[in-house]
């Protein structure tokens, strides 16, 4: 028998017009699609008139659903695996899963779309040529060693925030990076977004506790830059 294949789908990180005319169709083919959130997910498929089967398939269900998910693509199921918004295994759940479909010899395939951190790339007019992406840092343990490590970087830094700790991020980095110039990014592809740059100290005059909605993509200049 042949085995199945599993699509790492990209779906948008806001505005429902940029997932993909390929993503439509392998959502629409597939057997089985594994999702953050099936309610997430559902306004997405009703929008674009797809039944295909939804499992969650998060942080805390993923270790329970690897051997189904293995099985049901080794048995010929074609899965897709989604996030809530984004690419998926991007600083969200599904990399264990793409590991063990290499391990039994699966294909994977990528049908690539939006991704938060390569968008604010694109429109924070900061270098682009090297960059690096740390995801999340860490909510306590371990966070300002890693902030202290990020100083001496050569390079672009990227960084994902919640709106419950931008202000947070934004005071640690006026400590320890005081001069880099920071685009904080939020709201890409929805109504309200919008990219501030400046000092630390400038974007926390800016970011008051009115202006914390939505995710926020925080880059950081490269040492030395200007």
């Known amino acids: 028998m042949k085995k199945g294949t599993l699509f790492v789908v990209a779906t948008p990180i806001g505005n429902m017009e940029d997932i993909t005319f390929r993503a439509i169709r392998i959502l629409k083919e597939v057997d089985l699609i594994l999702c953050e959130d099936t309610r997430e997910t559902s306004k997405l498929l009703k929008k674009f008139e ?10 805390a269900t993923e270790t329970k659903k690897l051997a189904y998910a293995i099985d049901e693509m080794v048995n010929g199921k074609n899965i897709a695996l989604v996030s809530d918004a984004g690419t998926p295994t991007i600083s969200d759940p599904g990399v264990r899963l793409v590991n063990l479909a290499h391990d039994n010899e699966i294909l994977v ?85 919008e990219v501030k740059r400046g000092i630390p100290s400038k974007l926390q005059q800016y970011f008051t506790s009115e202006k914390q909605k939505g995710e926020f993509v925080v880059v950081i200049s490269p040492k030395d830059w200007l």
């Open 50 to 59: 797809i039944s295909s089967h939804l499992i969650s398939f998060n942080a």
């Open 109 to 193: 395939s990528a049908i690539p779309g939006a991704n938060a951190a390569v968008s604010a790339l694109s429109i924070c007019g900061l270098p682009t040529d090297s960059f690096v992406f740390e995801g999340f840092l860490p909510q306590k343990k371990g966070r300002q060693k890693k902030i202290k490590e990020l100083v001496n970087e050569p390079r672009t830094i990227v960084l994902y925030e919640s709106p419950f700790r931008i202000e947070k991020l934004l005071a640690e980095l006026n400590e320890y990076m005081p001069k880099r110039i920071i685009a904080v990014a939020r709201e890409i592809t929805k109504i309200f977004e």
